[in-house]
């Protein structure tokens, strides 16, 4: 298993991954050492594979989710959400690992289950996802609170008033229905009933997609300062690489179920190595930009043998038909490119 | 010509003013956007604008390729819409008889439009080549293609009919967005080399800022600023449009 495992974009600064954990022997990933990532412990893929049935929709995926944020990027049915789901511990894998704190999720047992739960939290695209249309928000976030912890009424009461103060709500909407708020506060009021169980880590499927430009700003804001102020870790999925630059220090890139690109968020984003990250970006619509770019042609569907991308790929060669890329470093990140070099180069644009 | 004109268009609902457009010009080969959030009144002003909403709420003067939509007959309406004036919206599929092949959706659109036989399949194959579908989607069903290729085809089959203007209500919003400046370039081309003129709705300002030629900015019903899109997006003067700006999240610049 070891032998398949995409090198860990963590381990991007050192030599070798297992030069980080001295003495650990060479079926021990750093990202799975124990509670290296703080009180709650890390959260990671290893050489997750995902499959609906017979369809296999993740391959062999790794990553840590790590303080400074972590994005997760790439089009429909590249798996994003199918991983994070299996983050979540919603969907088990069917080979490979996922691990919180060191400990395999397979093999945790039902207090030990819970406690995950409790630890990561998700918060979906559209508030509504996570509250009960007919319960008021402040009984919505009761619920989270009384799964885990026993609060008596006053207390819990008191509880949730200061989580809706803590989302920038006013706590008088405690009384309100979700249909009753605007999407922005919806989208508050379920990090605030995310919140409740004090979590560690949040994932953040798309959380600001469905919302207007400057309620995005303002729930970006948020989230921000939540971090900031209870130590929170994030594994952020969108297809907005704007909002990965400004919540992620790392990013990963996913395209037909593979991770092709992972590496500090900033630099993967202003230079990509992998054709996919460079045709992801350039489709970007920015203001005072270039008009976005729709580099090849996205009717393509992934190549079933040799780089999934090489249909679309304005750089494929032979050697992508016959010869599926391997994950390998390339200026300090991991790219799954047989001409990543040349892409850095500026090869891709001509 | 100007394929779209609005003056002083007003829209109520129970007495309240919802949407207020005072002037719209679409011309040939133009692309006009709307920008706004939610509930600002820019979906309604461009139902309005083709005669869809409820004509008692609606007051002002519009003008669609020479129609008078608040004095045309239902019948002179549909003609317009069907033909010179295609409406696409957010989710292409929604628009598409999910149990017709696109090729056959699109040899039945033409036939009521009286156009059948050879002229309908020349026609058919230069609006298809027109948004670069391969023309083997056409066998396949509306769930057999992709969201951007489902909104491809829409485009496709206004311009089979004949569309001279296009009005799209967020078209790319339910598309990836690799898809999406697939979609936006299709328009693009369409709009310089065919001349087709566009009226975009959307909550999207960098795409907007990436495709428009002017700009109307709604807010609360009511357009507080319209001006050429250079010079909105360089140099907005109200301070909505500031703010509305200020608020999307910049991607980094690229470097070499």
């Given at each position: ?25 060479p ?6 050492s124990?509670?290296?990532g ?21 391959h ?10 972590v ?67 402040g ?37 309100r ?13 379920a990090?605030?009933?995310?919140l409740?169980?004090?979590?560690r ?25 939540l ?8 594994l ?6 704007a ?5 992620c ?13 992972s ?15 460079l ?9 005072g ?36 890329p ?12 047989h ?12 | ?15 309240r003013?919802?949407?207020s ?43 669609v ?34 149990t017709?092949?696109?090729?056959t ?6 036939a ?31 769930h ?19 569309a ?17 400046a697939?979609v ?8 310089d ?28 019903g009511?357009?507080?600023?319209s ?30």
């Open positions: 298993m070891t032998r398949s495992n995409p090198p860990d974009p963590s381990g991007l600064d050192e030599p070798s991954p297992s030069a980080r954990t001295p003495g650990a022997g079926g021990v990933r750093p990202g799975a124990p509670d290296s703080g009180p709650g412990g890390r959260l990671c893929a290893e050489a997750v594979t995902l499959a609906y049935g017979r369809t296999t929709v993740v062999e995926v790794g990553l840590t989710v790590e303080e400074g944020g994005g997760l990027v790439g089009e429909s049915g590249s798996g994003k959400t199918t991983l994070a789901r299996a983050l979540l511990g919603l969907l088990a894998p069917r080979s490979g690992r996922i691990t919180y704190g060191g400990r395999d999720l397979a093999a945790m047992r039902r207090g030990e289950r819970a406690g995950f739960r409790g630890a990561v939290q998700p918060v979906f695209q559209d508030g509504s996802d996570a509250l009960d249309p007919r319960m008021r928000l009984s919505s976030i009761a619920e989270a609170l009384a799964a885990h912890h026993r609060l008596d009424r006053a207390a819990r009461r008191a509880r949730v008033a200061e989580l809706l103060t803590d989302v920038g709500l006013d706590p008088e909407l405690a009384a229905r979700p249909h009753e708020v605007s999407g922005g506060q919806r989208q508050r009021a990090i605030a009933r995310a409740a169980v004090e979590p880590v949040l994932v953040l499927d798309e959380p600001t997609s469905a919302l207007d430009v400057t309620v995005q700003a303002r729930v970006l804001d948020l989230l921000e300062d971090r900031a102020g209870r130590g929170l870790t994030y952020l999925i969108t297809h907005n690489l909002v990965v630059d400004r919540l220090r790392t990013c990963h890139v996913m395209f037909a179920g593979r991770v092709v690109e590496g500090p968020a900033r630099e993967l984003l202003t230079r990509p190595a992998h054709p996919y990250t045709a992801l970006r350039d489709a970007v619509p920015r203001i930009g270039a008009p976005p770019r729709a580099a090849g042609r996205t009717d393509a569907v992934p190549a079933a043998e040799g780089c999934a991308f090489r249909l679309r790929c304005p750089l494929a060669v032979d050697r992508c038909r016959t010869q599926a391997a994950p390998r470093p390339v200026q300090g990140r991991v790219v799954a490119c001409r990543a070099e040349e892409v850095l180069a500026g090869a891709a644009r001509k | 010509m100007t394929l779209v004109k609005v003056r002083d268009l007003v829209v109520r609902a129970g007495g003013v919802i949407s457009v005072p002037v719209l010009d679409v011309e040939p080969g133009r692309c006009v956007a709307i920008v706004g959030e939610s509930g600002s009144g820019k979906t309604t002003a461009l139902m309005a604008t083709l005669g869809l909403l409820d004509t008692a709420e609606v007051t002002g003067e519009i003008g390729c020479g129609v008078d939509v608040a004095t045309a007959s239902p019948r002179r309406l549909r003609e317009m819409r069907g033909a010179r004036a295609a409406l696409v919206m957010q989710s292409p599929r929604a628009a598409l008889t999910p017709m092949r696109l090729g959706l699109m040899r039945r659109a033409l009521r439009h009286g156009v059948t036989g050879r002229e309908a399949a020349r026609r058919a194959e230069d609006a298809v080549a027109a948004v670069l579908l391969d023309p083997a989607l056409l066998a396949r069903y509306p057999e293609v992709s969201g951007g290729q489902a909104q491809r085809f829409a485009i496709a089959l206004a311009i089979a009919l004949g001279e203007v296009i009005l799209a209500d967020e078209p790319t919003s339910a598309l990836d967005v690799t898809v999406q697939e936006v370039g299709v328009l693009r081309r369409l709009r080399e065919r001349g087709l003129a566009l009226l975009l709705v959307s909550h999207d300002l960098a795409l907007v800022s990436s495709v428009a030629d002017h700009v109307l900015v709604m807010r609360d009511a357009v507080v600023e001006g050429p899109a250079a010079e909105v997006f360089a140099r907005p003067r109200d301070p909505y449009t500031r703010e509305l700006i200020a608020a999307v999240p910049e991607l980094p610049e690229a470097t070499p």
